[in-house]
């Protein structure tokens, strides 16, 4: 099947598709190198990383890292959430301890404990809206948007239904006090790059 037939076959089929359909059929598309994929309410999303996106997603890494093993610290890993199609291969992802891969090799929602997105231009609605929601129905207990254009880290916890209760801001430079979550760990932003 070539790649066009491959999508029409896509679109054709949409009402009966699964997420594992639609993932195995884009890893038979060439994906250009230094994108990352994933579906977001059945829609496939490319994006680039730039410079800026990669630093601060490993400077949070690095410091998840310094309380934290190697094994719970995720990024780029498709975790599927509630919703409809929802894909996602969020930039860093906490696994709570214990934490163990399904039957097909994939996390659960379940046991997610942090997410952090850095904000791109292309994708940014995703990860205030869609990605927030969806969060928030996971009950993941904190979800992190460092906007490097903004120059801010939104920092969203205590889920209640499609939402979150509570939104703190703050300016990079300084900062996030995430001691009183799961995530028992102050987060330093003044090496945040922004654009």
Same mark, same amino acid.
């Given at each position: 099947?070539?790649?066009?037939?491959?999508?029409?076959?896509?679109?054709?089929?949409?009402?009966?598709?699964?997420?594992?359909?639609?993932?195995?059929?884009?890893?038979?598309?060439?994906?250009?190198?230094?994108?990352?994929?994933?579906?977001?309410?059945? #829609?496939?999303?490319?994006?680039?990383?730039?410079?800026?996106?990669?630093?601060?997603?490993?400077?949070?890494?690095?410091?998840?890292? #310094?309380?934290?093993?190697?094994?719970?610290?995720?990024?780029?890993?498709?975790?599927?959430?509630?919703?409809?199609?929802?894909?996602?291969?969020?930039?860093? *992802?906490?696994?709570?301890?214990?934490?163990?891969?399904?039957?097909?090799?994939?996390?659960?929602?379940?046991?997610?404990?942090?997410?952090?997105?850095?904000?791109?231009?292309? *994708?940014?609605?995703?990860?205030?809206?869609?990605?927030?929601?969806?969060?928030?129905?996971?009950?993941?207990?904190?979800?992190?948007?460092?906007? =490097?254009?903004?120059?801010?880290?939104?920092?969203?916890?205590?889920?209640?239904?499609?939402?979150?209760?509570?939104? =703190?801001?703050?300016?990079?430079?300084?900062?996030?006090?995430? *001691?009183?979550?799961?995530?028992?760990?102050?987060?330093? *932003?003044?090496?945040? =790059? #922004?654009?």
């Amino acid at each position: 099947m070539t790649a066009l037939e491959d999508r029409i076959a896509m679109a054709e089929s949409d009402d009966e598709i699964t997420l594992d359909e639609m993932f195995e059929r884009i890893e038979k598309m060439p994906a250009p190198e230094g994108y990352k994929v994933e579906i977001v309410e059945g #829609t496939v999303f490319m994006s680039p990383q730039r410079d800026t996106h990669w630093e601060i997603i490993a400077d949070i890494f690095e410091q998840l890292r #310094t309380k934290y093993p190697r094994k719970r610290v995720k990024s780029d890993v498709r975790i599927d959430y509630p919703g409809h199609l929802n894909g996602f291969a969020t930039d860093v *992802t906490l696994v709570a301890e214990g934490a163990a891969k399904t039957e097909k090799g994939l996390w659960l929602h379940q046991d997610v404990e942090f997410v952090a997105e850095v904000i791109s231009k292309g *994708t940014a609605a995703n990860d205030y809206g869609a990605k927030k929601t969806a969060y928030a129905k996971a009950e993941v207990p904190v979800y992190l948007i460092a906007d =490097p254009y903004q120059r801010r880290c939104h920092v969203f916890t205590h889920p209640k239904g499609d939402d979150y209760a509570t939104e =703190p801001r703050v300016d990079f430079g300084t900062d996030v006090d995430l *001691t009183g979550t799961v995530v028992d760990l102050v987060l330093k *932003t003044d090496e945040f =790059p #922004t654009d």
